[in-house]
């Protein structure tokens, strides 16, 4: 995917399953998405009620504004080895959520309701 951007181009690439999820966050009722360019090409971020609840890093990951207390209570494990967020404190309200296949995207789409509905 080839994205204009004040005039600059930004090439984005999104694998099969981030194509799915980005689509599937678009259609969210009050979900809008936002392209933050960066030197590495940019990446997508999704608001709702005008706050940044997730974002795409370059790999199929998933950055989830779940909150800390949810996070705990649902027993997530962050990433042991971090290559976005090395050292996110383990108090974050946010969490990165890898997927690999249909399976896992069901399950984010279900925490993506859930992090909606807290909004």
């Given at each position: 995917m080839v994205l204009l951007v004040e005039g600059r181009r930004f090439i984005t690439q999104q694998s099969s399953l981030k194509?799915?999820?980005?689509h599937w966050l678009e259609a969210q009722q009050g979900v809008s998405?936002?392209?933050?360019?960066?030197d590495k090409?940019?990446?997508y971020g999704f608001r709702y009620k005008e706050c940044e609840f997730a974002h795409f890093h370059q790999s199929d990951e998933l950055d989830?504004?779940?909150?800390?207390n949810t996070i705990?209570?649902?027993?997530?494990e962050r990433p042991v080895r971090s290559l976005v967020h090395p050292k996110r404190s383990?108090?974050?309200a946010w969490i990165e959520l890898a997927f690999s296949d249909s399976q896992d995207l069901e399950k984010i789409k279900d925490l993506v309701k859930l992090?909606?509905?807290q909004l």
């Open positions: 194509q799915q999820l980005h998405s936002v392209f933050w360019p960066n090409g940019g990446f989830l504004k779940l909150g800390k705990a209570k649902l027993g997530l383990a108090g974050s992090t909606i509905s």
